[in-house]
């Protein structure tokens, strides 16, 4: 479209003028020269008249930094004149004639033939676009991000010559581009890593620690590696860990995502196709907890109802796949280790699983204080680096000094103090520079005070703080607020903390480097150790200050991720000692993180405690404070492992009484019955439900009762208890009154819950109702949450198999696999394990192949139950089955010693009319198949113990079964009284409608 017509000549001289000045600017900033206005366009020269070393990188820079300018000026342009306004950038290298051309002021000017293929690379860039030619494509590789070649058609030569998209400046790492010292020493240390370099790319991946003290050259040698690595056409992504973000949950696992995902930088749309396109065959909903790892979630979706367990599972699985994926080598960084978060680490450790599988390697440096995970990862190689031995520290600070014999002296103090630590040795360097005692430029100083006389600093840390100390008042304090901010931070950020940011001098001092180039440059502390000094030497308060507005700022900039940032927040807020403030974000980001990783969640919740108890005494809010994470940690303890009973338990009893809290001491009970269950302490179990069953009714809110009831009812139900499972699942379901999803806080459908559980009391007790309770409660489990319903089934089946009720038939098999495959996508790791238990009771009593399955299966979830040590009330009957299959593959001696043990213990514990009845069955059936005079009596004897073992519900689960046990010792035993004993089983079988012991019954001969 013509411009000029759309928007008349007036307009368009505006509109040209501000572009011109805008793109001039950026060429300026670059150190680039105007040249001329050619009309429509202008040219710019860098290295001429002052020779840069790196003009063509700068002259990318400008391009794209005019791009930038460009597409802002786009915007306004759009919105005033509905236009769309692009610009071409080209960009050439060589000889050119420079300078004031004859005696009319024609000003400064370039020509030459080069000057004509700048033009031409313009002429063939995309609107939007930078085009290259090859000689400036060869001074930028690798600090440029290219695209392939393309052969293009230009005027006036004949032959197509080759042009490169600039696509991008590959962030720079730190102290590249500057002047580095020449790697000294370390030969064993690179060849070994280089060799495990040219494994991975051959698809054997290795995952690498490299350790040692604070400057080591751990970092130096992992640039090193990348350089080399990225020499050789291997992406290098590279993440880093900081002290400040180390209780922030997902920060290092979340960033490292982003660089490997490509997203870092983008808009969400932009990103979230990035990731689509990488993950092509992924399930939709994995995809959408991977855009919210790497906090790029769409804000108009909601994220599905997976609980935290399966969410770690499916990331795990999708990022592993895409992992595995991976046809060209990688090199991934993680740095400083010694910082990473919980979350993350754990994470971390999982995505390294499949590292040996794909042509990837994984550099982890750290100091030698940290022990995490990602030291114990157990096929991983590690690599200590030692100080430089005297030669090679000699070298490096010859290097660093020059020849000059005045510095011959003083470099032996040097090399004394530093100690074979390369970065001590450079810092010493640069205070002495800076102090005067040498002059001149690095690699050529002269001293000027006789060596004796000089003092160098003791540590590392004071010879810093010097230099700092020395910075004018403007630069010290930017200093000292990028110090709060961390160890990447940008001039925007520095603003909004009321900062006007001197960065010349950090950057010329090599306190800081530049990383980004941009409108809004970014910059990065040169050592960790330098941006630790520059914190722990402010005066605290003006540290606070800074803490504050950060925190503001942070919220500010990006409200709609306030959540997201909540435990950064909180963390900023407590270094400032806002601790109120610090304590609400502290539970927010608890309440964002519990959908996501509970680990993270109880983190959140202990640290809101932490901050309470460092309020004063006297803080009249401080008691209130402490209930609430004191009941979430309480709540979730038996999710993350930790046991409640005890201090935990006691501490939130004192709070609630004191406080009159009756609410949040039934929560608290609540979460300590289920860990009595879980741990199988089945009589405490049972009888602190009774006293939260009085307390929960007692605080009189029905929505809560409903809520807590389940696991009440589950205590009772482990123990057998079947006319107070009956009255208080009928309790709940009367409250609910008809709502499926009333008090769901815990399960998204108590009431599905509650019939069911009302179904297996009413069988267990003989009376009427349950098949339709069954198949009511299912139906509802179904359109619940994933969790009611993997419990639902669960509940079904695990009782209703072993106790003879159900019969395994393939509707209940195909009904818990479709529960399992639910409990997988969406389950937490007790719902899933749940769920494989009752899939393997009920494949244990079907055919030879389905058993092995059900084998494998239990053996798997028996060893799960004790490494978690949770679901221990479980193992006595998946121990039992698990001893039958033994049997049946005809080592009943090695069989029977296990179930009469678990009998025993059973019998011991007063659980015999619970998984004592299925038991004992087993046993029973198991020693008359043996058959021998001993086990014969053994049985009578199992049976009595069952039949007489204390009750006064009058269970017909164990008269039936009792009835069956007395039909076959009766066979055994040559009795007469056999048939009428079997015909008696399978009448009661028949009454009762237990489908399980009708079809034993029928089998009976
Ligand atoms: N072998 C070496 N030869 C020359 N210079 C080196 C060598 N090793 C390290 N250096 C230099 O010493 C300085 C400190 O090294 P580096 O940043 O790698 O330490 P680090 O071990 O990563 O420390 P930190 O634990 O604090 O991160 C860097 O400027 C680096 O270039
Ligand atoms: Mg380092």
Redesign the pocket.
């Known amino acids: 479209m013509d411009i000029a017509a759309a928007v008349g000549a007036e307009r368009l001289r505006e509109i040209m003028t501000e572009l011109v000045e805008r793109s001039a600017a950026v060429v300026q900033r670059y150190g680039g020269m105007l040249s001329q206005f050619t009309g429509d366009g202008i040219m710019a020269v860098f290295g001429a008249p002052v020779a840069l070393e790196d003009h063509a990188v700068r002259a990318c820079l400008a391009a794209l930094g005019i791009q930038e300018e460009c597409a802002l000026l786009a915007a306004e342009v759009s919105d005033r004149d509905r236009i769309d306004l692009a610009l071409r950038v080209g960009l050439n290298s060589g000889q050119v004639i420079a300078g004031e051309i004859g005696s009319v002021a024609l000003g400064y000017t370039t020509i030459g033939e080069q000057v004509g293929m700048a033009q031409r690379m313009e002429s063939v860039a995309p609107p939007g676009g930078v085009m290259l030619s090859e000689s400036t494509a060869r001074l930028v590789d690798g600090a440029a991000v290219l695209g392939e070649p393309e052969m293009v058609r230009i005027k006036g030569a004949e032959e197509p010559v080759a042009a490169l998209r600039l696509l991008g400046m590959g962030e720079r790492h730190p102290?590249v581009g500057r002047a580095?010292?020449?790697?000294?020493?370390?030969r064993w240390e690179m060849s070994a890593v280089e060799g495990l370099l040219d494994r991975a790319i051959d698809g054997h991946g290795a995952v690498v620690g490299v350790v040692?003290?604070?400057?080591?050259?751990?970092?130096?040698?992992?640039?090193e590696l990348s350089a080399m690595a990225s020499a050789r056409g291997v992406e290098v992504f590279t993440t880093f860990c900081e002290s400040h973000t180390s209780q922030v949950p997902f920060h290092t696992v979340a960033r490292l995502s982003r660089a490997a995902f490509g997203v870092e930088g983008l808009d969400g749309q932009t990103a979230r196709d990035r990731v689509r396109d990488r993950v092509p065959d992924a399930d939709p909903e994995d995809v959408q907890l991977l855009d919210d790892l790497l906090g790029i979630a769409d804000p108009n979706t909601a994220l599905p109802p997976i609980d935290p367990d399966a969410r770690r599972r499916r990331l795990t699985a999708v990022v592993n796949a895409a992992s595995l994926a991976r046809e060209n080598p990688v090199v991934f960084v993680v740095?400083?280790a010694h910082w990473i978060d919980d979350v993350s680490e754990s994470m971390l450790v999982d995505f390294l699983m499949v590292i040996p599988q794909t042509p990837s390697l994984v550099l982890v440096?750290y100091?030698p204080e940290y022990e995490g995970a990602l030291t114990r990862v157990h096929w991983a190689q590690t690599i200590a680096?030692a100080p430089?031995s005297d030669s090679?520290t000699a070298t490096?600070i010859t290097e660093l000094l020059g020849p000059d014999p005045s510095v011959g002296a003083l470099g032996q103090t040097i090399a004394e103090r530093a100690a074979g630590n390369?970065?001590f040795?450079?810092e010493i360097v640069r205070d002495l520079a800076e102090r005067g005692v040498l002059r001149g430029n690095r690699s050529a100083y002269l001293s000027t005070v006789d060596a004796a006389e000089v003092t160098v600093p003791a540590t590392v840390q004071a010879t810093i703080a010097a230099r700092i100390d020395r910075l004018n008042p403007k630069a010290k304090r930017t200093l000292s607020a990028a110090a709060v901010i961390g160890a990447k931070f940008s001039r925007d950020l520095l603003e909004m903390l009321g900062i006007d940011p001197v960065l010349e001098d950090l950057v010329g001092g090599e306190l800081i480097d530049q990383l980004r180039f941009t409108r809004q440059p970014e910059y990065v502390f040169?050592?960790?150790?330098i941006r630790m000094v520059a914190y722990e030497s402010q005066l605290k308060s003006d540290r606070a200050e800074l803490h504050r507005r950060l925190a503001a700022a942070i919220e500010a900039r990006r409200p709609a991720s306030a959540d997201e940032n909540a435990a950064l927040i909180a963390e900023h807020l407590e270094a400032a000692g806002d601790l109120h403030a610090a304590y609400g974000w502290h539970m927010r980001a608890g309440a964002w993180a519990r959908n996501r990783d509970i680990v993270a969640a109880w983190l959140s919740w202990e640290r809101a405690r932490r901050v309470v108890d460092t309020l004063p005494a006297d803080d009249p809010h401080r008691a209130a404070m402490r209930i609430a994470p004191c009941t979430m940690l309480c709540a979730n303890a038996w999710r993350v492992h930790v046991d409640v009973a005890g201090d935990r338990f006691d501490e939130l009893r004192e709070l609630c009484i004191a406080a009159g809290d009756k609410a949040s001491l039934a929560i608290g009970t609540a979460a300590l019955v289920i860990e009595h269950v879980y741990q199988a302490r089945t009589s405490e179990a049972s009888q602190l439900a009774s006293e939260a069953m009085a307390l929960i009714e007692s605080v009189g809110d029905p929505t809560l009762t409903v809520a807590l009831s389940c696991t009440a009812i589950r205590a009772k139900a482990s123990n057998a208890e079947w006319c107070d499972v009956l009255g208080w699942s009928q309790r709940v379901i009367d409250l609910a009154d008809g709502d499926p999803s009333k008090g769901n806080f815990i399960f998204g459908s108590p009431l599905a819950l509650a019939i069911t559980t009302r179904a297996i009391a009413r069988y267990c007790l003989g009376r009427p109702g349950w098949r339709d309770d069954l198949r009511h409660g299912l139906a509802m489990a179904r359109s619940a949450d994933p969790m009611t319903y993997a419990t639902v089934v669960g509940y079904v089946y695990f009782f209703g198999i072993p106790f003879g009720v159900l019969r395994p038939d393939d509707r209940a098999v195909n009904t818990i696999e479709d529960a399992l495959r639910i409990a997988e996508r969406s389950g937490d790791d007790f719902a899933l394990a749940v769920t494989q238990q009752t899939l393997g009771f009920a494949l244990v009593h079907r055919s030879a192949p389905e058993r092995d399955r059900a084998q494998k299966l239990l053996a798997e979830v028996g060893e799960a139950f004790l490494r978690q040590g949770c679901l221990l009330g479980e193992l006595p009957l998946v121990n039992v089955y698990l001893a039958r299959e033994r049997a049946r593959r005809g080592d009943r001696d090695e069989a029977i010693p296990p179930m009469r043990a678990t009998a025993d213990h059973l019998f011991r514990e007063g659980r015999l009319l619970a998984w004592g009845i299925p038991a004992t069955g087993v046993l029973v059936e198991t020693l008359l198949d043996r058959g021998t005079e001993s086990d014969v009596a053994e049985a009578e004897a199992a049976i009595e113990r069952l039949a007489t073992a204390p009750d006064d519900e009058g269970l017909v689960t164990r008269e039936i079964w009792l009835l069956r046990l007395r039909a076959l010792l009766a066979r055994a035993q040559g009795d007469e009284a056999y048939k009428q004993l079997r015909d008696r089983y399978r009448a009661m079988a028949t009454s009762l409608g237990f489908e399980g012991h009708m079809k034993w019954a029928e089998a009976m001969p």
């Open positions: 102290g580095e010292s020449t790697l000294v020493g370390r040692g003290p604070p400057g080591i050259g751990k970092s130096r040698l992992v640039r740095e400083d440096s100091r680096l430089l090679d490096l390369p970065f040795a450079e040169h050592h960790p150790l």
